[in-house]
């Protein structure tokens, strides 16, 4: 009888109380699990063989790595500017060498064209933010270190000409080195890397109250609420709630706020049916009144993330247009 009492005290066995695409699963008892489950057609992530890469490792003591991407046919004697780019993902899910975020970093290197630098960066709940901060600022000043002992870095890529962007979670990451590096003597700790715009792909904003969009969201859609819900549980610091800085860059929590922070010029891509259409442009319209150099484009009738999960559709092919031409643009008023 006591051993059939003892057997019935016995603890249930440990289960899933967070899962993030089936690519990360938080247990019961604490228990992280991670797997690369596809999240995309395969049609998505066909290989472009007018881009070379390679990969590198930018943070040994945390085992981080980046990928360098130029366009096969970059002659020497053209330099092309650099993009540091960031994958989405929540800050939970995803690295660099994920199909998708491969095909789609491929675009950006062809079709702009640029060098580009795709990285890892410490993903949550084991690292919560901001790790991702501190690992995206760490990218940038192992660009500064590499610049002109990497080969291709070199010989192709034009310190002067230096853009950050990023899809999701990674445009949250833009908007942070925005405001960390862009000017005063935090730009000057780069050189001779000098950093020129920077381009927010549906960021990943976040804030207690939800927005319009964000009731509207239906269930089914690739970012939906609970999905948006458990990444920022997890990602934040444990206890704290959606408004914190990390992702509201209007918190009240943010001292001092925005407004004395040199930004440089920014183009943040909105999807007309993703559930942060109204953060994005609340985002832009409020970082305007401060006047600030920040512009929104709108694709009416994509989804969130539709960059990484169609990098070969039509509105992709419109969404890179876009981009070439703010960064040119850019590229211009340097010039002057």
Known sequence: MAANAAAGDAP?????????????????????IRST?????????RADPSVEWKDAVYDATHGLRLRIYKPAAAAGDTKLPVVVYFHGGGFCIGSYAWPIFHAACTRLAADLPAVVLSADYRLAPEHRLPAAIDDAAAVLLWLRDNIITDPWLAEHADATRAFVAGESAGGVLVHHMNARFFSGTASEQLSPVRLRGFVQLMPFFAGREPTPSELACPDGAFLNRDMAGRYVRLSLPAGAAADHPFLNPFSPDTAPGLEGVDVGPTLVVVAGDDMLRDRNLEYVRRMKEMGKPVEAVEFKGQGHAFFSLRPWSGAVDEMVRAVKGFIDKVSAQIEL
């Open 12 to 32: 249930p066995p440990p289960h899933v109380v967070e899962d993030c695409r089936g690519a990360l699963l938080v247990l019961s008892d604490g228990t992280v």
């Open 37 to 45: 489950p596809p999240i995309a057609a395969p049609e998505a992530v």
